[in-house]
């Protein structure tokens, strides 16, 4: 689907279809009124015939409206407008997406990126239709033996803003929807790929790739150059599986020479079987989503390379599966991170935090203004958060503002959880320095207590993506969280809005 921009009255867009709101109880938005008054009174004869409540959702199509330009108006309501809020744009947004789909309209031209939403610019209105646009047309087919028929019909849309200074800032929001939209949709295919395609290699190949593509500098390193590094956290995760571990870095270089980068580290565990403390069966194949941290951190370096952000960032993904086998790790197994301190591992299935921590000492070479780690890293982050939100860990208050509010403007929200001290006890161990596990109490706060002592020399956040990365049932997939958020966070970032 390809966009536009456009400002002008509704009646005179000539295509096939317009596509205006309506609130609740039976009220037409401004640009529904003025296409009603061209329409001498039409829209709102049907809306008092009671035939749309403007409930927020539904739809509506009219043909043949008098004095429109365009062949069909498609009415969506928007709710109240007192309620009208982000949340209830982007739902407006895509449903009348979903209805255009099936509706036959090659063309559309969008009326409800006019409306006012809170204080948000109209670049912040044409950023979200496009990416809500472009995520519920999302399809994941390539593994059907037959490619599906594409199942909308729609190839255009024109989004419209109130007058022509609108017009040129809606454009900066619609190249930067675009972008995201394309970093989003990567992360998703990534996620989506089985584990027997999507493996450590793969995701190396994906990287060369980016780099190719926006000219970043690669580095992928092997299992021999991690052992010459003394990585013995992720190796010894590594141990069970015959796919190869892959180490990758990746760096766009946008900003002045000298400023220091943003680091950014995925968690990348291409299939998590949970090792010798083997998972059970059921729904084991949700754990090929397990790479989703580093599919995140892809989308947002081909953000990022798309939009040339004058920033550096450095992309790092440790990448493994986590299998059983008679050379697989036993818990406990002691091993010696890359930090040169020592860890029992009384879990294999807390392997996450095993590959990250290498990660993050390894990012200390880099000399980052700040590290964000992302990782599909607890089931108990998803018993405390859910779906909705992503858990956040900081040791930087800064930094965590700098995070919580991007994932604000993105809609793609993050909740700030502790990181006291007090819960670092759990970890200790008899054998070595610590444990990997901290029993069941707050298990999403301390597996990130485990992280921060890897991460003492730099400002660091950390995303547990586990209930937000993907969704199980009918609707099983990738999400592509955190891309809007990881995003936004270098945007904002590369304008100077920044504290830290
Ligand atoms: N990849 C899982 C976390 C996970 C679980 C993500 C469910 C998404 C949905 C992680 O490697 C894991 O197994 N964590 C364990 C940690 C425990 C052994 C301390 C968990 O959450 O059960
Ligand atoms: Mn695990
Ligand atoms: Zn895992």
């Known amino acids: 689907m390809e966009f536009s921009i456009k400002s002008g009255a509704p009646q005179s867009a000539r295509n096939g279809c317009l596509v205006v709101g309506v609130f609740e109880p039976r009220k037409l938005s401004r640009p529904g009124a ?25 739809t509506l199509f009219l043909h043949n409206v008098p004095g429109a330009a365009a062949d069909r108006v ?25 209805a255009l789909g099936t509706s036959g309209a090659e063309e559309a031209s969008l009326h409800l990126t006019e409306l006012a939403v809170g204080k948000r610019d109209a670049a912040w209105k044409v950023a979200h239709a496009v990416m809500v646009a472009r995520d519920s047309t999302y399809r994941f087919s390539r593994m059907k033996s037959k490619q599906e028929e594409n199942d909308t019909t729609l190839r255009r849309l024109v989004l419209s803003v109130s007058d022509r200074t609108a017009e040129r800032r809606a454009a900066a929001g619609l190249e930067q929807g675009l972008a995201v939209a394309h970093g989003v949709a990567l992360a998703r295919d990534l996620g989506n790929l089985p584990p027997n395609v999507c493996t450590p290699a793969h995701l190396a190949d994906q990287a060369r790739e980016l780099a190719k593509r926006y000219r970043m500098k690669i580095e992928v390193l092997e299992r021999a150059d991690m052992e010459r590094l003394g990585m013995g956290a992720l190796l010894s995760v590594a141990r069970g599986s015959a796919q190869p571990p892959k180490f990758i870095t990746l760096e766009h270089r946008g900003g002045p020479k000298t400023a220091r980068p943003v680091a950014l580290v995925g968690k990348g565990i291409t299939f998590d079987t949970g090792g010798i403390s083997l998972k059970p ?10 790479m989703c941290g580093a599919a995140s951190v892809l989308g947002t370096m081909k953000a990022v390379g798309e939009m040339r952000l004058p920033v550096n960032v450095v992309a790092v993904i440790p990448t493994t599966e986590n299998m059983p086998g008679g ?19 009384l879990n294999t299935d807390a392997e996450g935090r095993l590959i990250l921590c290498d990660a993050l000492t390894y990012v200390e070479r880099f000399k980052p203004a700040a590290v964000i780690d992302i990782a599909t890293l607890t089931g108990a982050c998803v018993v405390a958060l859910g779906h909705v939100a992503t858990g956040l860990f900081a040791n930087d208050d800064a930094l965590a503002g700098g995070v919580l509010e991007a994932g604000a403007t993105a809609h793609d929200r993050a909740w700030h959880l502790p990181l006291w001290e007090d819960y670092q006890e759990q970890l200790s161990s008899n054998f070595a320095d610590f444990a990997n596990v901290g029993g069941r109490a707050a298990g999403a706060v301390t597996a990130a207590c485990f992280l921060a002592r890897f991460t003492k020399t730099f400002k660091w956040a950390h995303l547990d993506i586990a209930g937000t990365a993907w969704k199980s049932g009918k609707e099983k997939g990738a999400t592509g969280r955190p891309v809007p958020l990881l995003t936004q966070f270098l945007i904002n970032r590369a304008h100077g809005a920044r504290k830290s």
């Open 281 to 290: 069966p059921a729904d084991m194949d949700h754990m090929k989503f397990d």
């Open 74 to 98: 498609l009415l969506v309501g928007l709710g109240r407008e007192a309620e009208f809020s982000e949340k209830n744009f982007r739902s407006a947004v895509a449903a009348a997406i979903r």
């Open 327 to 345: 050379r697989a790790t036993r818990p406990g197994d002691i091993v010696k991170s890359l930090s040169g301190q020592t860890v029992e591992i």
């Open 34 to 58: 003025a296409l009603d008054r061209a329409a001498k009174g039409y829209l709102s004869a049907v809306l008092r015939r009671g035939d749309l409540q403007g409930k927020l959702g539904t």
